[in-house]
């Protein structure tokens, strides 16, 4: 990539980037003026068009135009080096070799992502009902509209998928692109349209379902240019107010982020799909160190603010939480209610540490020695994670005054905590599969309790399965009498007998479906017999 480095350094001044963001005025044979991360009170940020470098003295960072877009943007190397490759003109395929396939790959899928992303944008346009619900029913205006890129996907199988095609795109491409499900048709469906934007387009979409119906998100799956581990939503359109006011603010939901910008907190920001990761807040501390958490007041928030502590210790990032939400549950409901709340608790957020030590103690009651020690387990836990030895001693002396105890009594207390490590990478809980669930106890049943008279049920021959079908029927059903688990398995196998065939008519309707919008329609017809030959009752 070295060559490719050059070649765009050849054709972009450094001033025309670094001036593409700051006013620049010549001092001498160099350019000067303020800080893009506003931490100078007079011009501190330098250019040299003859070296082909920046420093900023206040913020003592410097580079070439590679840094500066890194720093600026808060994106990686790779990621500004398309950027600038783009404004320079430089085709990277041509550098990277055994590479050029995947580049290939990676372009067709942007392009086609783009293109969906414009059709549901027009298609949003035409259809009334999804105008009514979008503007009146979720209380988005125009102008959020248009800066969010909303759109609408119809409800039908295969209208995108046409649509694309016609214009050149294979299949392969659109699979790449996230844009297609299991059974070939559009991915999305009767669905608003909120697209993840990063800072070179489109690279996937959330999207909510407008009627009643499971899931209700339904986002981009991991591909080559998604990945919900990374990726942070609504920072395309924060990253300039996350510059000019140095912080950022980080909601739960997408939504959370739309209602916010629209508020006129254009700080915010949100993971999509996942819990925060080590990589989520390495970009965004290359923004600003000051990250203000606005996640749920219970358990499950508490543990991710305690997972963002442990992370942002060896980031350098001052983290706080906004908390006050006058009795609703979330960003979203405060701004409804009234949007100069939610800028009020932005401005009010108060130190992590602090918050999360007043929630231990309202859980905790710390005037009992058993508290005492639940207490500071917690507590001395959550503070090793701070660096800073002044703020340490801070929560140390302030947590030893609650406990009526010493610091040195603290410091002595062995605490086994996680590492780190265990919270890098959370992945989501994995949905709920109702079937699975039946099936297993009606096996636990049938091969622990030694119930008879299941006809055509086919048992798991795995040791390790069966294992843990005995664990199963030992938490559930031990001590019950053989008529009651006879009647308790019998049960279960109509349940199960339903549930599956339940499955299976939804399976069928699914691929019924796709073939009536390819126009196949022997293929419908022969779905449509094997559905109505199906009894779930």
């Known amino acids: 990539m070295e060559d490719a480095k050059e070649e765009i350094r050849a054709r972009l001044p450094i001033e025309d980037v670094v001036g593409q963001y700051i006013e620049l005025k010549r001092a001498g044979r160099s350019l000067k003026g303020r800080s893009p991360w506003g931490v100078d009170k007079t011009p501190s940020f330098m250019v040299s068009p003859e070296k082909g470098i920046w420093h900023d003295f206040s913020a003592n960072k410097g580079g070439d135009i590679f840094a500066f877009i890194m720093e600026v943007e808060g994106i990686s190397f790779l990621e500004a080096l398309e950027k600038l490759a783009g404004q320079a003109g430089v085709e990277l395929a041509k550098y990277r070799g055994s590479n050029n396939a995947v580049t290939q790959r990676k372009r067709r899928a942007r392009e086609a992502i783009e293109l969906a992303c414009k059709y549901y944008q027009f298609c949003l346009t035409k259809n009334q009902k999804v105008i009514q619900y979008v503007f009146e029913k979720r209380g988005v205006n125009k102008g959020t509209v248009t800066d969010f890129r909303i759109g609408y996907s119809p409800n039908t199988g295969r209208v995108l998928t046409d649509f694309l095609k016609k214009r050149g795109f294979k299949k392969s491409e659109l699979e790449a692109a996230g844009l297609l499900n ?171 540490v602090d918050y999360l030590l007043d929630k231990f103690e309202d859980k905790i009651d710390i005037s009992t020695g058993v508290g005492k020690r639940e207490y500071s387990d917690k507590a001395v836990g959550l503070i090793k994670y701070i660096h800073d030895a002044v703020e340490k001693k801070h929560y140390e002396q302030l947590i030893a005054r609650k406990l009526d105890c010493s610091v040195e009594d603290l410091r002595a207390k062995k605490v086994n905590q996680p590492s780190t490590k265990h919270f890098k990478k959370v992945k989501a809980a994995p949905k709920t599969d109702q079937l699975k669930g039946i099936e297993d106890n009606l096996h636990a049943l049938v091969l622990c309790g030694k119930v008879s008279g299941i006809e055509g049920l086919e048992l798991p021959s795995d040791k390790q399965k069966q294992a843990e079908l005995s664990l199963i029927f030992e938490q559930k059903y031990k001590g019950w009498d053989q008529g009651r688990l006879t009647e308790e398995a019998h049960g279960l196998f109509r349940r199960y007998q339903v549930e599956k065939n339940r499955q299976r008519r939804a399976e069928l309707n699914e691929e019924m479906a796709a073939a009536e919008a390819a126009g196949d329609e022997k293929r419908a017809d022969e779905l449509a017999k094997q559905i109505a030959a199906i009894k779930i009752n």
């Open 182 to 352: 299991r059974f070939g048709s559009d991915m999305f469906r009767g669905r608003m349209m909120v697209p993840f934007i990063d800072t070179n387009g489109v690279i996937g979409f959330t999207a909510r379902i407008l009627t009643k119906g499971e899931p209700k998100y339904l986002n981009t799956p991991e591909t080559l240019l998604f990945n919900k581990s990374r990726f942070v939503f609504g920072l395309a359109q924060a990253k300039e107010s996350i510059r000019q006011n140095n912080y950022v603010v980080i909601v739960e939901g997408n939504m959370d982020v739309i209602s916010s910008h629209q508020a006129g907190v254009r700080e915010a920001v949100a993971t999509s799909g996942t819990a925060m990761t080590e990589l989520h807040l390495k970009t965004l501390s290359r923004l600003t160190p000051d990250v203000r958490l606005a996640y749920d007041g219970d358990e499950a928030g508490m543990k991710a603010t305690e997972r963002a502590i442990m992370m942002a210790g060896d980031l350098g990032v001052n983290l706080s939480v906004i908390s006050d939400y006058h009795g609703v549950k979330d960003p979203d409901e405060l701004i409804q209610k009234d949007p100069r709340l939610w800028k009020d608790a932005v401005k009010h957020c108060r130190p992590a």
